[in-house]
Antibody
Framework: QVTLKESGPVLVKPTETLTLTCSVSGFSLNSPRMGVSWIRQPPGKALEWLAH???????MYSTSLQSRLTISQDTSKSHVVLSMTNMDPMDTATYYC???????????????????WGQGTMVTVSS | DIQMTQSPSSLSASVGDRVTITCRAS??????LNWFQQKPGKAPTLLIY???SLQSGVPSRFGGSHSGTEFTLTITSLQPEDFATYYCQQSYNFPYTFGQGTKLEI
Protein backbone atom coordinates (compact mmCIF):
# COMPACT_ATOMS: atom_id res chain seq x y z
CA GLN A 1 0.00 0.00 0.00
CA VAL A 2 1.36 3.38 -1.03
CA THR A 3 1.20 6.09 1.61
CA LEU A 4 2.65 9.55 2.14
CA LYS A 5 2.58 11.38 5.44
CA GLU A 6 3.54 14.96 6.16
CA SER A 7 5.07 16.07 9.43
CA GLY A 8 6.37 19.33 10.80
CA PRO A 9 5.51 22.23 13.09
CA VAL A 10 1.93 23.33 13.52
CA LEU A 11 2.90 26.90 14.33
CA VAL A 12 5.77 29.03 13.08
CA LYS A 13 6.59 32.67 13.67
CA PRO A 14 6.91 35.26 10.92
CA THR A 15 10.41 35.35 9.37
CA GLU A 16 11.18 31.82 10.59
CA THR A 17 12.03 28.93 8.27
CA LEU A 18 9.50 26.11 7.89
CA THR A 19 10.78 22.58 7.43
CA LEU A 20 8.33 19.85 6.47
CA THR A 21 9.01 16.15 5.97
CA CYS A 22 7.08 13.79 3.72
CA SER A 23 7.58 10.15 4.72
CA VAL A 24 6.70 7.72 1.96
CA SER A 25 6.08 3.99 1.98
CA GLY A 26 5.02 1.41 -0.55
CA PHE A 27 7.24 2.76 -3.31
CA SER A 28 10.82 3.83 -3.82
CA LEU A 29 11.93 7.42 -4.37
CA ASN A 30 14.48 5.90 -6.78
CA SER A 31 11.79 4.58 -9.13
CA PRO A 32 12.23 6.25 -12.55
CA ARG A 33 8.50 6.80 -13.07
CA MET A 34 7.98 8.45 -9.69
CA GLY A 35 8.47 11.83 -8.14
CA VAL A 36 7.09 13.82 -5.21
CA SER A 37 5.62 17.31 -5.14
CA TRP A 38 4.59 19.66 -2.38
CA ILE A 39 1.28 21.46 -2.79
CA ARG A 40 -0.43 23.84 -0.38
CA GLN A 41 -3.92 25.14 0.22
CA PRO A 42 -4.72 28.24 2.30
CA PRO A 43 -7.96 27.94 4.27
CA GLY A 44 -10.93 28.16 1.91
CA LYS A 45 -8.74 28.70 -1.14
CA ALA A 46 -7.43 26.79 -4.12
CA LEU A 47 -4.52 24.40 -4.40
CA GLU A 48 -1.10 25.83 -5.18
CA TRP A 49 1.78 23.73 -6.45
CA LEU A 50 5.11 24.54 -4.75
CA ALA A 51 7.93 22.20 -5.70
CA HIS A 52 8.79 18.83 -7.22
CA UNK A 53 11.70 16.42 -6.98
CA UNK A 54 12.35 13.66 -9.50
CA UNK A 55 13.97 10.32 -8.83
CA UNK A 56 17.04 11.73 -10.59
CA UNK A 57 17.17 14.45 -7.92
CA UNK A 58 16.24 17.12 -10.46
CA UNK A 59 14.16 19.82 -8.79
CA MET A 60 11.49 22.24 -9.97
CA TYR A 61 9.99 25.20 -8.13
CA SER A 62 7.06 27.59 -8.18
CA THR A 63 7.99 30.73 -10.07
CA SER A 64 6.76 33.09 -7.37
CA LEU A 65 8.24 31.16 -4.42
CA GLN A 66 11.44 29.66 -5.82
CA SER A 67 13.70 32.06 -3.92
CA ARG A 68 12.27 30.80 -0.63
CA LEU A 69 11.93 27.07 -1.32
CA THR A 70 14.31 24.13 -1.15
CA ILE A 71 13.23 20.55 -1.81
CA SER A 72 15.44 17.55 -1.12
CA GLN A 73 15.16 13.84 -0.63
CA ASP A 74 16.81 11.13 1.42
CA THR A 75 16.11 7.96 -0.52
CA SER A 76 17.59 5.75 2.19
CA LYS A 77 15.05 7.11 4.65
CA SER A 78 12.22 7.50 2.12
CA HIS A 79 11.84 11.15 3.07
CA VAL A 80 11.22 14.24 0.98
CA VAL A 81 11.90 17.52 2.77
CA LEU A 82 10.61 20.99 1.94
CA SER A 83 12.09 24.12 3.46
CA MET A 84 10.47 27.53 3.10
CA THR A 85 12.29 30.58 4.41
CA ASN A 86 10.98 33.88 5.71
CA MET A 87 7.51 32.64 6.59
CA ASP A 88 4.65 35.12 6.52
CA PRO A 89 1.04 34.90 7.79
CA MET A 90 0.00 34.58 4.12
CA ASP A 91 1.79 31.22 4.10
CA THR A 92 -0.74 29.81 6.55
CA ALA A 93 -2.09 26.75 4.78
CA THR A 94 -2.46 23.01 4.72
CA TYR A 95 0.66 21.58 3.10
CA TYR A 96 0.37 18.33 1.15
CA CYS A 97 2.93 16.06 -0.39
CA UNK A 98 1.82 13.96 -3.35
CA UNK A 99 3.32 11.24 -5.51
CA UNK A 100 3.51 11.91 -9.24
CA UNK A 101 3.43 8.90 -11.49
CA UNK A 102 3.92 8.55 -15.21
CA UNK A 103 1.23 6.73 -17.16
CA UNK A 104 2.36 4.67 -20.13
CA UNK A 105 0.48 2.81 -22.82
CA UNK A 106 2.74 0.16 -24.30
CA UNK A 107 5.75 2.37 -23.86
CA UNK A 108 4.04 5.52 -25.10
CA UNK A 109 3.78 8.42 -22.66
CA UNK A 110 0.17 9.18 -21.80
CA UNK A 111 0.65 11.76 -19.09
CA UNK A 112 1.48 12.12 -15.44
CA UNK A 113 -0.55 12.95 -12.36
CA UNK A 114 -0.61 13.10 -8.58
CA UNK A 115 -2.16 9.73 -7.84
CA UNK A 116 -1.57 9.48 -4.09
CA TRP A 117 -1.64 12.35 -1.59
CA GLY A 118 -0.72 12.64 2.03
CA GLN A 119 -3.35 13.68 4.54
CA GLY A 120 -1.87 17.16 4.75
CA THR A 121 -0.47 19.14 7.64
CA MET A 122 -1.87 22.50 8.71
CA VAL A 123 0.73 25.19 9.32
CA THR A 124 -0.18 28.50 10.93
CA VAL A 125 2.16 31.47 10.74
CA SER A 126 1.64 33.82 13.65
CA SER A 127 3.62 35.64 16.27
CA ASP B 1 3.21 30.26 -16.09
CA ILE B 2 0.18 28.59 -17.67
CA GLN B 3 -3.10 29.94 -16.31
CA MET B 4 -5.98 27.53 -15.73
CA THR B 5 -9.44 29.07 -15.62
CA GLN B 6 -12.29 26.97 -14.29
CA SER B 7 -15.99 27.66 -14.65
CA PRO B 8 -18.31 27.89 -12.97
CA SER B 9 -16.80 28.62 -9.55
CA SER B 10 -19.88 27.06 -7.95
CA LEU B 11 -22.70 24.92 -9.16
CA SER B 12 -25.95 23.73 -7.62
CA ALA B 13 -27.37 20.41 -8.75
CA SER B 14 -29.49 17.50 -7.59
CA VAL B 15 -28.94 13.80 -7.22
CA GLY B 16 -29.34 12.18 -10.62
CA ASP B 17 -28.39 15.32 -12.58
CA ARG B 18 -25.70 15.50 -15.24
CA VAL B 19 -23.17 18.28 -14.66
CA THR B 20 -20.30 19.73 -16.64
CA ILE B 21 -17.30 21.66 -15.35
CA THR B 22 -14.98 23.47 -17.73
CA CYS B 23 -11.31 24.33 -17.49
CA ARG B 24 -9.51 26.50 -20.03
CA ALA B 25 -5.75 26.71 -20.39
CA SER B 26 -4.00 29.94 -21.35
CA UNK B 27 -1.94 28.08 -23.95
CA UNK B 28 -1.77 24.72 -25.65
CA UNK B 29 -1.22 21.95 -23.10
CA UNK B 30 -2.08 19.10 -25.48
CA UNK B 31 -4.00 16.62 -23.32
CA UNK B 32 -1.91 17.01 -20.18
CA LEU B 33 -4.76 17.90 -17.89
CA ASN B 34 -5.85 16.17 -14.70
CA TRP B 35 -9.02 16.43 -12.61
CA PHE B 36 -9.22 16.06 -8.83
CA GLN B 37 -12.06 15.84 -6.34
CA GLN B 38 -11.70 17.27 -2.86
CA LYS B 39 -14.09 16.84 0.04
CA PRO B 40 -13.99 19.13 3.10
CA GLY B 41 -11.05 18.44 5.37
CA LYS B 42 -9.61 15.82 3.04
CA ALA B 43 -6.79 15.64 0.53
CA PRO B 44 -7.68 15.77 -3.16
CA THR B 45 -8.14 12.50 -5.04
CA LEU B 46 -7.32 11.90 -8.70
CA LEU B 47 -10.31 11.31 -10.96
CA ILE B 48 -9.06 11.76 -14.52
CA TYR B 49 -5.55 11.98 -16.00
CA UNK B 50 -4.44 12.90 -19.50
CA UNK B 51 -7.75 14.69 -20.06
CA UNK B 52 -9.88 11.59 -20.52
CA SER B 53 -8.34 8.56 -18.81
CA LEU B 54 -10.22 7.34 -15.77
CA GLN B 55 -8.05 6.68 -12.73
CA SER B 56 -8.36 3.14 -11.41
CA GLY B 57 -11.22 2.75 -8.96
CA VAL B 58 -13.07 5.90 -10.07
CA PRO B 59 -16.72 5.32 -11.04
CA SER B 60 -17.51 5.41 -14.73
CA ARG B 61 -20.03 8.24 -14.26
CA PHE B 62 -16.98 10.54 -14.29
CA GLY B 63 -15.66 11.42 -17.73
CA GLY B 64 -13.25 13.90 -19.28
CA SER B 65 -12.84 15.37 -22.73
CA HIS B 66 -11.14 18.24 -24.46
CA SER B 67 -11.09 20.37 -27.54
CA GLY B 68 -8.08 22.59 -28.06
CA THR B 69 -7.39 24.38 -24.80
CA GLU B 70 -10.84 23.73 -23.31
CA PHE B 71 -11.29 20.73 -21.05
CA THR B 72 -14.47 19.32 -19.62
CA LEU B 73 -15.28 17.13 -16.64
CA THR B 74 -18.70 15.53 -16.88
CA ILE B 75 -20.47 13.69 -14.11
CA THR B 76 -23.50 11.74 -15.26
CA SER B 77 -26.20 10.85 -12.74
CA LEU B 78 -24.84 12.69 -9.68
CA GLN B 79 -24.60 10.68 -6.49
CA PRO B 80 -24.69 12.14 -2.95
CA GLU B 81 -20.98 11.44 -2.50
CA ASP B 82 -20.13 13.56 -5.57
CA PHE B 83 -20.89 16.86 -3.87
CA ALA B 84 -17.41 18.26 -3.42
CA THR B 85 -14.95 20.73 -4.94
CA TYR B 86 -13.29 19.86 -8.23
CA TYR B 87 -9.93 21.12 -9.50
CA CYS B 88 -8.19 20.88 -12.82
CA GLN B 89 -4.39 20.87 -13.07
CA GLN B 90 -2.08 21.07 -16.04
CA SER B 91 0.92 18.75 -16.17
CA TYR B 92 2.19 19.98 -19.53
CA ASN B 93 5.11 21.82 -18.00
CA PHE B 94 6.50 23.24 -14.79
CA PRO B 95 5.46 25.16 -12.84
CA TYR B 96 2.33 23.04 -12.55
CA THR B 97 -0.82 25.07 -12.06
CA PHE B 98 -4.31 24.38 -10.76
CA GLY B 99 -7.64 25.93 -11.57
CA GLN B 100 -9.38 27.90 -8.87
CA GLY B 101 -11.88 25.11 -8.18
CA THR B 102 -15.57 24.44 -8.73
CA LYS B 103 -17.73 23.79 -5.70
CA LEU B 104 -20.57 21.42 -6.49
CA GLU B 105 -23.42 21.84 -4.04
CA ILE B 106 -26.76 20.27 -3.52
Amino acid sequence: QVTLKESGPVLVKPTETLTLTCSVSGFSLNSPRMGVSWIRQPPGKALEWLAHIFSTDEKMYSTSLQSRLTISQDTSKSHVVLSMTNMDPMDTATYYCARKVIYLDGGDFLGDAFDIWGQGTMVTVSS
Amino acid sequence: DIQMTQSPSSLSASVGDRVTITCRASQNIRNYLNWFQQKPGKAPTLLIYAASSLQSGVPSRFGGSHSGTEFTLTITSLQPEDFATYYCQQSYNFPYTFGQGTKLEI
